[in-house]
């Protein structure tokens, strides 16, 4: 009986209390983000997986597309008006896209896989007179 009230004593009852609570309420994630291309800009496109990343650009008249090819497989990119040299793994190939317009691609040798995108649009104009 001495021993437990001695160590009742030494017990310190104010001790702060540690609040273990996990706050769940998820982080929005924010809408998909388009990037304006720069006129005459180039922008890039991996193929990767049998993938276009990115799918998909929005760009400007005057836009360079430059594809790679990161897979072990041999492609030929083939689009509207355009068509690539064979790419072997790590090469590339350009195309300047000068007129307005939707371009899909694909890979010739690929064609059930889903193509990819180009959106050429006029530079906005810039009205002065206001």
């Not at 310190?12 to 540690?18: K, L, M, T, Y």
């Not at 793994?89 to 896989?113: A, I």
Request: net charge neutral.
């Amino acid at each position: 009986m001495i021993i437990v009230t001695a160590l009742a004593g030494c017990i310190d009852n104010n001790e702060p209390v540690v609040n273990n609570t996990v706050n769940l309420t998820p982080t929005p994630i924010p809408p998909h983000v388009i990037f304006p291309v720069q006129e005459n800009a180039t922008v890039y496109v991996e193929i990767f997986g049998s993938e276009f990343i990115p799918s998909k650009y929005n760009v400007t008249k005057g836009t360079t597309v430059r594809w790679t090819n990161m897979d072990s497989a041999l492609y030929i990119i083939t689009g509207k008006g355009f068509m690539s040299p064979a790419l072997n793994k790590k090469e590339s190939w350009s195309y300047t896209f000068n007129e307005t317009g939707t371009f899909e691609y694909n890979l010739s040798n690929r064609p059930f896989m889903k193509p990819g995108r180009i959106i050429v649009e006029s530079p906005p104009s810039l009205n002065k007179s206001q």
